[in-house]
């Protein structure tokens, strides 16, 4: 969900991808490095994002990930549910 | 769509990987490169900031595997590890393969062989537009309402007219009819039909038109319609046939139009073409004959009606007809089936007792090849426990076995596919005649599809055994056993089930081939109370139009009479309409003459018009009265013969002589002079009719049979009796010249075919069961040669050690035939309508095959056991 949720910004090469997800939860979040390419293979199975070869900005050749329609759908219902979850999550350490 | 594009990146995946392992490679590099600069960036030293950049990432490799499982090529992959093992393995066990593959291909074979005749005769739609739609409807016997019969011209007419079911109703009947050209007479076979059934089936003509219902009017000019293959055999397909006249049996008929190639009539009585097509011309005989039921009744539903609305509809307009024409209708029923299942009803239970015998040979395969494979298994069991103990998880295991199994299947069915390919046409030029739409058959895409799912089923079955055993490996008992100990022989178990399961289905099928076999022979020694073997039946025909009237027709037949009987070897000869064997008898309702109108049903009777001395050339005694004379001629009384079985029916405890009897059709009467012995039909399990015979000389057709009694072998004298007719007149026709065995034996093609495919399964069935056991025995003599030695050397006689090992195979077998008896049992019920004169409980045939089994059984075991005996001991100890 998370990966979806990045990617749904802009397209972004693996280490970007990475570095984006530090950035954004304040590094309270620590991806291993290497176990996102399994994971990045596997949504890309799935249908929900599509990769091409691109240039970063200094010139290097990278893989991109982006976001595809059928990976926006999946990320809301992901959202949605994660929603539902967090909530209930909070209803139940709210009552102490 | 999301499903196919991840088989094809699969596919991709497994058959380029190159390409995607590359570009991984790259992007991890990639990834740790920018990680590095990162750390740079912080302060730190190119080489620290690289070792930390690939310790933060991991092992690549290990990333690398995970992503290759997310992408499913593992299982491709192992696929093809999988195969190319089996393959390999096959390669070393060359024996093993092509016995497997050989079974294999016979099971598979011979089961898409019949499937291809099942299919092309049962499954498939009729050759016609929408063929679900047509409908056949006939009337049934007032004692047997089973019994489909045709139908009354009449009654049809009032059932299109009353009905709302059918869009239309038509009728046909084939009749002989002979083509007279300036070259000579030649018979045809022609076809008699009303417009709409023309309509029904759809027919169109290729030149001229077909049939209008203005053809049909009685009065109208005489019309044909040719065949067009016989327009091309006869016409040499010239175009301006239309228009002209051909004459049949001596009647102008026009030629308004050509059909259209391949259509046929339906094949109500097996395949059987028609050369001319004729519009039926009602009579007013016809109308007033209610009671002719002569025609086959074919009717097409409306769109939205289905065979129920119509059985129920017919069935009120049916019971009406009943009551405004008592007298024709009184008691006939009336039946609707499907046109399919109409023409394909008789032969059904046949072809489905074939599907089921090779269904039995096939799991009798199956069980071979799981006994094989069971075998190469337990030599590979330390193999099975090193790869265990290495970490190949039960799936892993089962899926190389499935593969393996897989791979078999398919060589097998590649074989089996030929063998039908080789077989089908064998099948057919074996098949008695008579077997409906049997040029339909052949091998297309749903038997290909047949063959496919048969190799696939065959791979569960024979797989699922040795799964069972591989699942349960345990990797250090496994490898503990090492080469020599070996657990408890290969006898208990699943082997054992196996081979007994074998013996069973074996001796099921043997079941049925000893019964067709017995019911063969009970035709075979058919004993009619007639000298069989010196005797020539010939068929022929003086329709010529050269002979009008019945006194031309006698003379020349007694010309006739006189030229054969020269014939050296000849010892009498007769003439008749038809007789035991020769087919063509026909009936007639027939009435004790004072019974006559009043209203009885009378009795239906066969008759015959005979010569004088018929009764003496074929050798039925006379019984009381006399047999015909020349002075019974048309200008004397009218008499009759009648059969002892027609005296008991008419006359029950009366004399019969001198009474006379009235005859429905024949609307005559004639005083019985005579009583001749019953001559038992063939079938042993059916009545005698009751037969009546008259003097040709008072009923004289152009038609008839000639029976000539030989002195000797018939053989030779049979060439020369077409040639003494054909020196008389060469315009009459000489059909078939046959010797009474050589019909006999043309009578017995199906229930002889019936007999020679099971046989020939079972055959197939009983050698399998017999490689069964002799698998399992040498297998178990093997496992313990120690054993043996250890007991030889302590003193065991040689002839005890053959007995117990022989002893061990009477056992296998024995649980087998008990099941197997069990089972011939319960299936005896579905091959009780191919007997006669055998009941299918018949406890002779049940005991001789499982006498033959154990036979088998102990052959099986005998060299194996030989070889336990001739063990040394000091060799099979010192092995260890």
Same mark, same amino acid.
């Given at each position: 969900m998370l990966i979806l949720k990045v990617l749904s910004l802009e397209p972004l090469h693996g280490w970007g991808l990475c570095e984006r997800i530090h950035l954004f939860s304040k590094d309270e979040l620590q991806v291993n490095q290497g176990s996102l390419y399994p994971a990045l293979h596997k949504l890309t199975q799935e249908g929900w994002i599509k990769s091409y070869w691109g240039l970063t900005e200094n010139n290097r050749k990278a893989r991109y990930y982006r976001l595809t329609r059928a990976g926006k759908k999946q990320l809301n219902v992901e959202a949605a549910h994660w929603d539902r979850l967090a909530t209930a999550v909070a209803r139940v350490m709210a009552t102490s | 769509m999301r499903l196919i594009s991840k088989w094809l990146f699969r596919l991709r995946a497994t058959l380029l990987p190159g390409g995607l392992e590359e570009s991984m490679k790259e992007e991890m590099a990639f990834h740790m490169e920018m990680e590095a600069r990162k750390l740079m960036a912080k302060g730190l030293a190119p080489e620290e900031a690289f070792r930390k950049a690939r310790r933060d990432f991991g092992e690549p490799e290990y990333h690398k595997e995970k992503a290759r499982e997310s992408w499913g090529i593992s299982m491709i992959q192992n696929f093809r590890i999988d195969a190319r093992h089996t393959i390999r393995a096959l390669r070393r066990n060359p024996v093993f393969a092509i016995v497997s593959i050989l079974t294999l291909g016979l099971g598979i074979g011979a089961n898409s062989a019949i499937f291809s005749v099942v299919n092309g005769i049962l499954l498939r739609d009729l050759?016609?537009?929408?063929?679900?739609r047509l409908v056949s409807l006939c009337e049934t016997f007032p004692d047997d309402p089973g019994r489909c019969v045709t139908a009354s011209t009449p009654n049809v007419t009032d059932w299109a007219e009353r009905s709302?079911?059918?869009?239309e109703i038509g009728v046909f009947r084939w009749w002989g009819h002979i083509l007279e050209t300036p070259e000579g007479a030649e018979g045809v076979s022609s076809l008699i039909a009303t417009p709409e059934f023309f309509q029904i089936m759809a027919y169109q003509p290729a030149i001229g038109r077909i049939f209008r219902?203005?053809?049909?009017?009685?009065?109208?000019r005489n019309t044909a319609v040719l065949d067009h293959a016989f327009w091309e055999s006869?016409?040499?397909?010239?175009?301006?046939?239309?228009?002209t006249n051909i004459n049949l049996s001596g009647e102008s008929f026009e030629v308004i139009g050509v059909l259209q190639?391949?259509?046929?009539?339906?094949?109500?009585?097996?395949e059987r073409g028609a050369d001319v097509w004729l519009p039926l011309h009602f009579g007013p005989r016809d109308n007033d004959r209610r009671?002719?039921?002569g025609f086959y009744a074919i009717g097409r539903l409306n769109p939205d009606a289905t065979l129920e609305v119509a059985r129920q509809e017919m069935g009120v307009i049916h019971q009406g007809l009943l009551e405004e024409y008592p007298e024709a209708n009184r008691d006939w029923g009336l039946q609707l089936t499907t046109l399919h299942d109409r023409i394909v009803g008789r032969v059904k239970n046949t072809l489905f007792l074939f599907l089921g015998a090779v269904g039995f040979v096939l799991l009798i395969t199956c069980a071979n090849i799981a006994n094989l494979i069971l075998a190469r298994l337990s030599s590979r069991e330390s193999e099975m426990g090193i790869r265990t103990a290495l970490g190949a998880g039960t799936a892993r295991l089962t899926s190389q076995l499935l593969t393996e199994g897989l791979i078999l299947a398919l060589l097998g069915s590649g074989l089996g596919l030929f063998i039908a390919w080789v077989g089908t046409p064998l099948f057919l030029s074996m098949a008695p005649a008579g077997?409906?739409?049997?040029?339909?058959v052949g091998i297309d895409g749903q038997v290909l599809a047949f063959t496919l799912g048969l190799a696939v089923l065959a791979t569960l079955l024979f797989g699922i055994a040795p799964l069972a055993r591989a699942s349960r490996i345990r990797p250090m008992a496994a490898l503990r056993k090492s080469r020599h100990g070996r657990g408890k022989?290969?006898?208990?178990?699943i082997n054992g089930i196996l081979v007994v399961s074998e013996v069973a289905l074996a001796l099921a099928l043997l079941v049925g081939a000893g019964l067709l076999t017995r019911s063969f022979a009970a035709f075979y020694r058919?004993?009619?109370?007639?000298?069989?073997?010196?005797l020539l039946v010939a068929s022929t025909s003086v329709?010529?139009?050269s002979y009008q009237g019945s006194q031309a027709v006698l003379n020349v037949y007694r010309t006739l009479d006189q030229e054969i009987l020269a014939?050296?070897?000849?010892?009498s000869v007769a003439r008749t309409s038809a007789g035991p064997l020769f087919g063509g008898w026909e009936p007639d309702q027939v009435f004790p003459a004072e019974e006559a109108g009043t209203g009885g049903r009378g009795h239906q009777a066969r008759w015959y018009d005979v010569s004088p001395n018929y009764f003496e050339t074929l050798g039925?005694?006379?019984?009381?009265g006399r047999a015909f004379t020349t002075?019974?001629?048309?200008?004397?009384p009218m008499v009759v013969v009648v059969n002892e079985t027609m005296a008991n029916q008419l006359?029950?405890?009366?004399?019969?002589?001198g009474r006379e009897i009235w005859m429905e059709m024949h609307d005559g009467i004639r005083e019985v002079v005579g009583v001749v012995a019953d001559v038992p039909?063939? /079938? !042993? *399990?059916a009545v005698v009719d009751a037969e009546m015979f008259w003097p040709q000389a008072q009923y004289t057709r152009p038609v008839s049979f000639f029976v000539i009694r030989t002195e000797g072998d018939p053989g030779p004298i049979q060439r020369q009796v077409a040639d003494r007719i054909h020196s008389v /007149? !060469? *315009?009459?026709?000489?059909?078939t010249v046959m010797d009474y065995e050589a019909l006999l034996s043309q009578r017995l093609v199906q229930p002889r075919f019936n007999m020679l495919l099971i046989a020939i399964f079972s055959g197939v069935a009983l050698i399998l069961a017999g490689i069964g056991i002799y698998g399992v025995v040498s297998r178990s003599v093997a496992a313990r040669t120690r054993e043996m030695g250890i007991r030889i050397a302590l003193g065991a006689q040689r002839s005890r050690v053959v007995r117990q090992v022989v002893r061990q195979s009477i056992g296998i077998a024995g649980i087998g035939v008990v099941l197997g008896l069990a089972l011939a049992l319960a299936f005896s019920r579905f091959i009780r309508g191919f007997?006669?004169?055998?009941?299918?409980?018949d406890p002779l045939t049940y005991s001789s095959v499982a006498l033959l089994l154990f036979a088998v059984a102990v052959l099986a075991s005998f060299v194996p056991a030989l070889t336990a005996s001739r063990v040394d001991p000091m060799a099979s100890l010192r092995e260890e």
């Open positions: - | 050759p016609f537009p929408e063929a679900d709302s079911s059918f869009q219902p203005e053809d049909q009017l009685e009065g109208n006869r016409f040499g397909s010239d175009p301006g046939v239309v228009g190639k391949g259509q046929k009539p339906p094949a109500m009585s097996g009671d002719w039921r077997i409906p739409r049997l040029s339909e022989g290969p006898m208990g178990g058919w004993d009619p109370g007639i000298d069989r073997e010196h329709a010529t139009g014939l050296p070897g000849v010892r039925v005694p006379v019984l009381r002075e019974d001629n048309s200008e004397s006359w029950p405890g009366e004399d019969p002589l039909p063939l /079938d !042993p *399990d /007149d !060469p *315009d009459i026709q000489v059909r007997l006669h004169g055998v009941v299918p409980t």
